[in-house]
């Protein structure tokens, strides 16, 4: 089950995706979690912060991993973007403008570069930062902050990819919350990560309906290219124990 709630006249969205094997009625304690995480996204209106939530599947009271976020990206406009198949030998777009309210619903902004396209994508819930799949993998972002010495300035640098188009990769890409850290880390590796919110890191909380997984992501700093030979990110991912409760501030 997927909840989105947009507050209107901001660029602020909340959503909470449900994952289980077995859609079910939701239990009352579920319901108050519902509310709970709804009622601190209304208090926290005003602070444009992304916090996500997340529940593993032996915390929560039918066995559902449950996954929040409060989206303060630009675009809160939610939709679904089909899946395709595409020749062997394309190539996929890397796009900078993702959060751009302003821009058509089918345009992603400036092509910043290309990476190998898959022969076949899955359909996904796109917003800023993009929700889920149609195999039930959800992604919930934060931004954090890191050292001076990491930040890059875009113009001058050579890293092209943000956070949000890696959610979109590993929602067009992959069905296990596993699988999409391993795509993520490797892009970031190998293409080199470029904030795109206030300058600072990123960190992704994963779900499937049988496990979570955290992934922590900064930049390089300046006078990274592709040729180097460096990873072209500083990141860490780990697996959130199914008896856990994660809260991620912004």
């Not at 996204?41 to 066995?63: M, N, P, Q, R, Y």
């Not at 795109?196 to 049988?210: G, K, R, T, W």
Request: aromatic letters at 12%; a positive charge; glycine letters at 6%.
């Amino acid at each position: 089950m997927f909840f989105i709630i947009p507050f209107c006249g901001s660029s602020i969205s909340f959503y909470i995706c449900l994952l289980s094997k077995n859609i079910i009625i939701m239990k009352t304690k579920r319901w108050l979690f519902f509310y709970v995480v709804l009622f601190s996204s209304i208090l926290s209106h005003k602070a444009f912060s992304c916090t996500d939530i997340v529940v593993g599947k032996k915390a929560s009271t039918d066995g559902s991993v449950i996954i929040s976020h409060t989206d303060c990206g630009d675009d809160c406009r939610v939709r679904v973007v089909p899946g395709r198949t595409f020749k062997k030998g394309e190539k996929a777009p890397v796009y900078w403008g993702i959060q751009d309210v302003n821009r058509p619903l089918d345009d992603f902004g400036e092509i910043i570069g290309y990476i190998p396209q898959v022969e076949k994508t899955y359909t996904y819930f796109h917003s800023a930062y993009p929700h889920m799949n149609e195999f039930q993998l959800a992604i919930a972002e934060s931004t954090i902050s890191q050292r001076k010495e990491l930040k890059i300035k875009r113009e001058e640098s050579k890293q092209i990819r943000t956070i949000e188009q890696a959610q979109i990769f590993a929602l067009q890409r992959c069905k296990k919350a596993k699988n999409a850290i391993k795509l993520i880390g490797a892009l970031m590796d190998k293409y080199g990560f470029l904030s795109s919110c206030v300058n600072e890191s990123e960190i992704l909380c994963i779900a499937d309906p049988d496990e979570i997984w955290v992934i922590e992501v900064f930049c390089v700093g300046p006078g990274w290219t592709p040729e180097n030979g460096k990873p072209g990110a500083i990141w860490a991912a780990q697996r959130v124990p199914d008896d856990h409760v994660l809260i991620v501030p912004n």
